[in-house]
Nanobody, 115 residues
Framework: QVQLVESGGGLVQPGGSLRLSCLAS????????MGWYRQTPGRQRELVAT???????NYADSVKGRFTISRDNAKNTVYLQMNSLKPEDTAVYYC?????????WGKGTLVTVSS
């Protein structure tokens, strides 16, 4: 079982930056995938970025060049550095872990980009 707790969301002006954190606890397989997803009302949850245990990353086209996903395996934490934020980045951001064939989700953290 894996538990995920996100933090770091909040209100930021367009062009600003935020860093989200996801602290994972529980039993992880050595090979796993961590990711960030986001969702706005009335829309499906969408991929933002993923990072595998070996460090390879993948990004949605809409965030490439602006967002950076990273992980600190010693701290069981995944980060999402978000720069040059736009109003359309406003969403609830969820952390996801894939381990042992099972998806685990956090409860989400709200990011609001507005002036």
């Amino acid at each position: 079982q894996v538990q995920l707790v996100e933090s770091g969301g909040g209100l930021v002006q367009p062009g600003g930056s935020l860093r989200l954190s996801c602290l994972a606890s529980g039993t992880f397989f050595s090979r796993n995938v961590m990711g960030w997803y986001r969702q706005t009302p009335g829309r499906q949850r969408e991929l933002v970025a993923t990072i595998i245990s070996g460090g390879s990353t993948n990004y949605a086209d809409s965030v490439k060049g602006r967002f950076t996903i990273s992980r600190d395996n010693a701290k069981n934490t995944v980060y999402l550095q978000m720069n040059s934020l736009k109003p359309e980045d406003t969403a609830v951001y969820y952390c996801k872990a894939y381990s042992g064939g099972v998806d685990y989700w956090g409860k989400g953290t709200l990011v609001t980009v507005s002036s």
